[in-house]
């Protein structure tokens, strides 16, 4: 079955025609799963008994279209394929042309609104004119590129279509001349209507047909040569493309068929996120594999703003041959080998043969082959990079330039600048080169460089712009004007910055998490999330210290239970996670982690199995994909512990951790030690190896020290003392900067019996048994061949 729900509203391959049914499949499609409390008051808000409504609802979607919806006590959703996500997926690859060709009408065009309660209908409308907006925006793109290739009637064609859009708002002021030029390239008949539109809101256009083609098709005189190069790769090839700012670079792709994708720096795989999805959850080697099989052109611009994880990623994925083209545009030379390497410079001439003087006057300049072409003074061209612009079009150009994508409605709406006067300034910035028409800016790295030299401008056009935006996307600008924080803007503050550490932690990264929310107003709930992601990163005491001044809630309990077991104090620890088993379900899901761990360490593997398996069931039912994993880790060792096949149970958690690397980190040091204990030792030293990599990655202290240990132990059973000590020295580190009685034992131990020290070994063992680990402790003894005091082996897990 095909939800349609652009245009007509239908469920293809059922005979199923309830239209309030079809519009909850459709919410349930863009939004995700949804409790059902949530969803009987949003749909049936005037219902005498919402919660049955709702389950008449679901009964007649399971008799009428069996397969499309789920549920289970809690929540519903459902796994239906819809021309809604397909569209969405196609804008975020940039795939101007999947998008059009699923965009075939407003959203729930056939809905019918009628007593379906407020909140519900401000969503349908607000959705609407959210994909109607996406639609006119990628119609507006593609008509430029048509109009540079010289189709000016084609782009005329899809700028009116854009302008009419049925369920879309009507286009900005400074959007106006930007019609008026696609229009007029044409002779297209609605360009009048966009004058005097234009008129109204003091704008004068004014532009005669040959200059309007000239100005669309400007960008592109003499690359005809390069655009053909381009336009030949073959699947699997891949092409670096050199030049210095202002050579046209962004232009020449933008004009390429394909996903144009921004480089982004900040999260990580940021750039890559368009193309990945929720395949961000996965490991490296799952998202390359996805990446690889992809089709198509993928064009990435500029390789300076990529992130670090994307680049790897990306160099990896061109060694792969994958199913796709792929082209780097940079003003450096080529980071890696590529099948093809292009440099754009000045344009030849040759290429400007046609043009009376324009050689001569230019050299080749793209600014002022650009300015040459438009008519305008070449004088003024050339200053324009050099001399400063008037206030009020500098502040736009160095506000658009902290924008990850331009937004020139959000810019005026921030600034607070009249229409005319936008319009003005975007003439000029364009006139000059600095930006185009849509707001893409150029030299957007040394307008921030120029930014962060004058703090003080900085911050007042960051907390303008911040204020427009929320959670994630507000938090970098937020981070940059702490200077102008006001009472009123603190909430929105600690929203953004506790939605960007929320991430951070789900991607794996809870050290950097924790120095985010360092710098975040105070509050409770952020105090909370910090000690959170303290303990993430192993900083055990740390994380104590911070809850130290919260309110003692089930949630809190619940982890400092989990602390006090790290520190070792497990009757304390006990004591804690009973009472937050009052709480609700994330603080029980805590809880019954930590009384696992405890009856763990007593040797009670079936019952620590038991409490891994509930605090699962719970994470999972959260949605909480990171911490589930964790709890199915858990539910591995005990497996294994109890001497039965751990292998699937851990192939399950890890498939749980997705992309998260710490997550990753831990289940990996933990399959060492199965490994090692059935004397697979390669496979246990490579799993070690990658653990204690990814977890001094992510930040997390605890994993990397008992990866260390393990590797030293390692070492030391193939005789290699160096390497060993080298190891144990870096655990046992670790082990001290992050508090952790457990481990300190464990690798002080390990240590002693390679310095054959029996009394520092003797020591490490009443470090165990003193802080509740009797079980650590009495394995050690228990190994001990009877022909030498010390053991050797490693009995960590994590």
């Known amino acids: 079955m095909y939800l349609k729900a652009l245009g007509r509203l239908e469920l293809e391959g059922s005979n199923f025609t309830r239209i309030k049914p079809l519009v909850l499949l459709a919410y349930l499609v863009v939004e995700g799963v949804k409790e059902r409390r949530f969803l009987a008051e949003l749909f049936w808000s005037d219902a005498s008994d919402s919660l049955n409504s709702l389950s008449r609802a679901l009964s007649q979607l399971r008799k009428g279209a069996e397969g499309s919806i789920d549920a289970d006590e809690h929540r519903v959703w459902t796994n239906l ?50 994909f109607a907006t996406f639609a006119q925006r990628m119609m507006l793109e593609q008509a430029d590129i048509l109009a540079s290739r010289g189709n000016f009637d084609a782009a005329a064609e899809l700028a009116e279509k854009a302008y009419t859009l049925e369920g879309a708002s009507m286009p900005e002021p400074e959007d106006l001349s930007r019609y008026f030029e696609l229009l007029t390239a044409a002779n297209h008949p609605l360009a009048n209507k966009i004058k005097d539109e234009a008129q109204s809101f003091g704008i004068n256009l004014s532009l005669k047909s040959t200059d309007a083609q000239t100005r669309l098709q400007s960008s592109f005189i003499g690359r005809e040569l ?27 792709l933008k004009s390429l068929k394909g996903s144009y994708l921004a480089g982004r720096s900040g999260l990580p795989y940021a750039t890559l996120e368009p193309l990945l999805g929720d395949s961000l959850e996965m490991s490296e080697e799952l998202m390359l594999r996805k990446l690889a099989a992809l089709e198509g052109t993928f064009l990435f611009d500029p390789w300076e703003w990529i992130d670090a994880e994307s680049q790897n990623l990306l160099k990896r994925l061109i060694e792969l041959r994958p199913k796709a083209s792929l082209i780097i545009a940079s003003q450096q030379n080529a980071a890696f080998r590529v099948d093809h390497e292009l440099e754009l410079k000045a344009i030849s001439k040759e ?66 600048v009249l229409a005319s006067d936008m319009v003005k300034a975007i003439e000029t910035l364009n006139a000059t080169g600095l930006i185009e028409l849509s707001g893409k800016i150029k030299a957007r790295q040394a307008a921030q460089d120029y930014l962060e030299t004058q ?80 303990e993430r990163a192993g900083l055990f005491k740390e994380s104590l210290a911070e809850l130290d001044s919260l309110q003692e809630t089930a949630d809190i309990q619940a982890l400092k239970g989990a602390l006090y077991w790290r520190l070792g104090q ?10 937050a088993l009052d709480g609700e379900m994330e603080a029980r899901a805590e809880a019954f982690n930590t009384l696992g761990h405890l009856v763990r360490s007593d040797g009670k593997f079936t019952d620590a199995a038991n409490y891994a398996k509930r605090s699962a069931a719970l994470w999972k039912s959260l949605g909480r994909q990171t911490r589930w ?65 990814l977890s001094e990655i992510s930040g997390g202290i605890e994993t990397s020290a008992l990866a260390w240990n393990n590797l030293g132990v390692l070492y030391h059973k193939q005789s290699n003392k160096a390497s060993a000590q080298k190891a144990y020295d870096r655990a046992l580190s670790l082990a001290q900067k992050a508090g952790e009685r457990r481990l300190l034992g464990m690798f002080m131990a ?49």
């Open 750 to 798: 390990n240590l002693a019996e390679l310095n054959e020290d029996i009394e520092a070994w003797k020591e490490a063992l009443h470090i165990l048994e003193s802080s509740g680990h009797l079980e650590e402790a009495r394995q050690y003894r228990l190994d001990l061949p009877s022909d030498h005091p010390f053991r050797l082996n490693s009995k960590g897990s994590n």
């Open 629 to 693: 994993a964790d709890a199915l880790n858990n539910l591995a060792i005990a497996t294994a512990l109890s001497e039965e096949d751990s292998e699937n149970a851990f192939k399950d958690a890890l498939n749980a951790a997705g992309d998260s690397l710490l997550m990753r980190a831990r289940i990996l040091a933990n399959q060492g030690m199965i490994y090692e204990r059935n004397n697979e030792l390669k496979l246990a030293q490579t799993s070690y190896q990658e653990a204690a990599e």
């Open 351 to 416: 290429a400007l043969s046609h043009l009376e003087n324009a050689w001569d006057l230019t050299e080749g300049l793209p600014s002022l082959v650009g300015a040459f072409l438009r008519n305008e003074p070449l004088e003024e061209a050339l200053e324009a990079r050099l001399l400063s612009l008037d206030d009020e079009a500098e502040t736009i150009y160095l506000a658009l330039a902290l924008l990850e994508e331009p937004n020139l409605a959000l810019v005026r709406r921030a600034l607070d």
């Open 226 to 252: 390069e655009r053909k190069k381009l336009e030949a790769l073959s699947p699997g090839q891949s092409a670096w493309l050199k030049g210095a700012p202002g050579m046209g670079k962004t232009s020449l």
């Open 81 to 130: 394929s819809a021309d809604a996500t397909d569209f969405l997926n196609a804008l975020k690859t940039k795939n101007a042309e999947d998008a059009l060709a699923t965009y075939s009408g407003a959203f729930l065009q056939g809905a019918h609104l009628l007593d379906w309660g407020v909140e519900l209908e401000e969503w349908i409308y607000e959705k609407r004119e959210a």
């Open 570 to 579: 497990p009757e304390r620890a006990k004591e804690l996670s009973e009472k």
């Open 455 to 534: 703090p003080l401008r900085l911050s007042q056009i960051a907390i303008s712009l911040a204020r427009q935006l929320e959670g994630i996307h507000a938090f970098p600008l937020y981070e940059k004007s702490k200077l102008f924080w006001e009472d009123l803007d603190l909430p929105r503050v600690q929203d953004a910055y506790m939605k960007w550490a929320d991430e951070l932690l789900r991607r794996g990264f809870p050290q950097r998490a924790s120095e985010t929310l360092a710098e975040a107003p105070k509050s409770a709930e952020v105090t909370f999330l910090k000690a959170r992601a303290l």
